[in-house]
């Protein structure tokens, strides 16, 4: 438990899977807990947030990112249309991009503010229909669809369903991914971050693992 338990576990899966110390990048979710302890994780000299609700994210991260220098923010739940504006205002990266129009409209409004966040397409690996991103049938020409607008496209992202091994959904998102030339692959969370290194994680989602249990739930 806790940041430097994770650093530490993290740093063992790079070198059991033979990777380079720091290839992955350790994404600390936020959502829904208490202030003090974000605070304190980030006077421990973490930068690196997600949060899965822009509303949420929008009250307290302004003035975190004011007292803390160079906060990386990357937005890991759901996002309508009409909260993109606000989204790319705060957010440097976005995981759960799953449908054309909301890519274009990404790629309108960042052109406009100047802003160019990371781009990661959500797979629903599991094809779970109450489950956000595209299936793993559509996801080539969801790519090619992506590719050919001006986005700073970094990789795929996927949550596989809850009571299977995980390890079947990482390996089906690095395939998708290598045959379509993408590096970045967020896959990972508290329960698996491991099996995801070993699999080519270069973003784990932790969120519990490092704050404690949430408070209330959330989607
Ligand atoms: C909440 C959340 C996480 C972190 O989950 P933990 O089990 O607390 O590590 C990771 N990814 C997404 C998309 C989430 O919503």
């Not at 991009?97 to 409004?109: F, G, N, S």
């Not at 998708?176 to 989602?205: C, K, P, Q, W």
């Amino acid at each position: 438990m806790g940041l430097q338990d994770i650093r530490d576990r993290i740093a063992r899966a790079e070198a059991d899977a033979g990777r380079a110390p720091g290839s992955v990048t350790l994404i600390a979710v936020s959502k829904v807990q208490p202030l003090d302890r974000v605070e304190a994780v980030l006077e421990q000299g973490h930068r690196v947030f997600g949060e899965n609700r822009v509303q949420e994210a929008q009250g307290k991260w302004p003035d975190f990112k004011e007292r803390f220098a160079g906060v990386e923010l990357h937005l890991i739940g759901p996002l309508q249309s009409n909260k993109v504006r606000p989204a790319l205002e705060l957010f440097d990266a976005i995981h759960s991009v799953d449908r054309v129009k909301l890519a274009r409209r990404i790629a309108d409004i960042a052109q406009e503010i100047g802003r160019a966040p990371q781009i990661f397409l959500q797979v629903n690996t599991g094809e779970e229909p109450q489950k956000a991103g595209v299936l793993p049938a559509d996801a080539d020409d969801f790519v090619a669809e992506c590719r050919a607008m001006n986005l700073n496209l970094r990789g795929l992202m996927c949550i596989p369903p809850a009571g299977e091994e995980p390890s079947l959904h990482f390996a089906l998102l690095a395939k998708i991914a290598e045959r379509n030339g993408l590096t970045g692959l967020s896959m990972g969370m508290s329960s698996d971050f491991e099996r995801a290194i070993a699999l080519g994680a270069t973003h784990v989602r932790v969120g519990s693992a490092i704050f404690g249990e949430r408070q209330a739930p959330t989607g």
